[in-house]
């Protein structure tokens, strides 16, 4: 049986790759933000479903889609300055941001 502990070490140690790798390498348009969303999210999965044996990501995850849907309508519709790529992308970053958080809990 595997420890839940594994998965926020495993986490943990590749964002601060990417951060290394990153801060090396500034060529590159992707920012640290735009590369841990996805494993961040699955590392918080798996996490969550070693400690506690349930995992209810997938329910957090539908409902930050709903939140993101709705924040695109009203920004979209009422600001004339948020194009929808710049709206997807800071709502992309921000995910990954919301994971780390999350893990920290």
Same mark, same amino acid.
């Given at each position: #049986? =595997?420890? *839940? @502990?594994? *998965?926020?070490?495993? +986490?943990?140690?590749?964002? +601060?790759?990417?951060?290394?790798?990153? $801060?090396?390498?500034? $060529?590159? /348009?992707?920012?640290?933000?735009?590369? &841990? +969303?996805?494993?961040?999210?699955?590392?918080?999965?798996? =996490?969550?479903?070693?400690?506690?044996? %349930?995992?209810?990501? @997938?329910?957090?995850?539908?409902? @930050?889609? &709903? +939140?993101?849907? %709705?924040?695109?309508? *009203?920004? #979209?519709? !009422? =600001? $004339?300055?948020? /194009? *929808?790529?710049?709206? @997807? /992308? !800071?709502?992309?970053?921000?995910?990954?941001?919301?994971?780390?958080?999350?893990?920290i809990f």
């Amino acid at each position: #049986m =595997t420890n *839940w @502990w594994w *998965w926020p070490i495993g +986490v943990l140690l590749f964002d +601060v790759g990417c951060f290394i790798i990153n $801060k090396f390498l500034n $060529k590159n /348009r992707l920012n640290i933000l735009d590369i &841990i +969303v996805i494993p961040n999210w699955i590392g918080l999965h798996y =996490t969550m479903g070693y400690a506690f044996g %349930l995992s209810y990501i @997938w329910w957090l995850l539908l409902a @930050w889609l &709903i +939140v993101g849907l %709705l924040l695109a309508g *009203w920004l #979209m519709s !009422n =600001t $004339k300055r948020w /194009r *929808w790529q710049k709206f @997807w /992308r !800071n709502y992309w970053r921000l995910s990954g941001l919301v994971a780390v958080l999350l893990f920290i809990f």
